[in-house]
T-cell receptor
Framework: QKEVEQDPGPLSVPEGAIVSLNCTYS??????FMWYRQYSRKGPELLMY????GNKEDGRFTAQVDKSSKYISLFIRDSQPSDSATYLC????????????????FGKGTLLTVNP | DAGVTQSPTHLIKTRGQHVTLRCSPI?????VSWYQQVLGQGPQFIFQ???????GRGNFPDRFSARQFPNYSSELNVNALLLGDSALYLC?????????????FGPGTRLTVT
């Protein structure tokens, strides 16, 4: 079993739809949860991060973490064609001293297309 | 502020050759990590360096090596290239304010091995 599972899609929605992207994980040591957006042939761009369980909202994006279920989600409201990209979830264990632990474990990524 | 820079943007090598990839982190970031992203997959961790010391290594063969310089820039070296090394190589620059990590990726170097 992989440490992080993410449905690769592809996911196709009409403009304005609410998009739900999800990841599950098996390692209870993960403390930090991140979502990255990656356009074709580009580096991943950090969208949001959360620490431990709870919700975090930033504009049209909401990240949720449920540590009891080992399940994280990213919601995109009022989706736009410019949101078309691959969305990667990533996780990190607790930070070591002196910033010594930055190893991210990624999901496979979900390819999202928002149609005008 | 300049983001993470990587060079070259892309390159083509032949099996058995050696390659060196370079990365400059965001100013003030002391940690650099390297990831390999094969087409259709998420990035896989290769190395992390902090203050010029290796702080983590992923499940990659000894053909992969890296180092960090006093100015915090970094090089990733891959020897005896295999076809399976073809991938996007990503450099990530990191800092931590309090307990929250900020991990920013560069645009990547696309390596094709023929």
């Amino acid at each position: 079993q992989k440490e992080v599972e993410q449905d690769p899609g592809p996911l196709s929605v009409p403009e304005g739809a609410i998009v739900s992207l999800n990841c599950t994980y098996s390692n209870s040591a993960f403390q930090y949860f991140m979502w990255y957006r990656q356009y074709s042939r580009k580096g991943p761009e950090l969208l949001m991060y959360t620490y431990s369980s709870g919700n975090k909202e930033d504009g049209r994006f909401t990240a949720q973490v449920d540590k009891s279920s080992k399940y994280i989600s990213l919601f995109i409201r009022d989706s736009q064609p410019s949101d078309s990209a691959t969305y990667l979830c990533a996780m990190n264990r607790a930070m070591g001293s002196g910033g010594s632990n930055y190893k991210l474990t990624f999901g496979k990524g979900t390819l999202l297309t928002v149609n005008p | 502020d300049a983001g993470v820079t990587q060079s070259p943007t892309h390159l083509i090598k032949t099996r058995g050759q050696h390659v060196t990839l370079r990365c400059s982190p965001i100013s003030g970031h002391k940690s650099v990590s390297w990831y390999q992203q094969v087409l259709g997959q998420g990035p896989q961790f290769i190395f992390q360096y902090y203050e010029k010391e290796e702080r983590g290594r992923g499940n990659f063969p000894d053909r992969f090596s890296a180092r960090q310089f006093p100015n915090y820039s970094s090089e990733l070296n891959v020897n005896a290239l295999l076809l399976g090394d073809s991938a996007l190589y990503l450099c990530a620059s990191s800092s931590a304010k309090g307990r929250v990590p900020t991990i920013i990726f560069g645009p990547g170097t696309r390596l094709t091995v023929t």
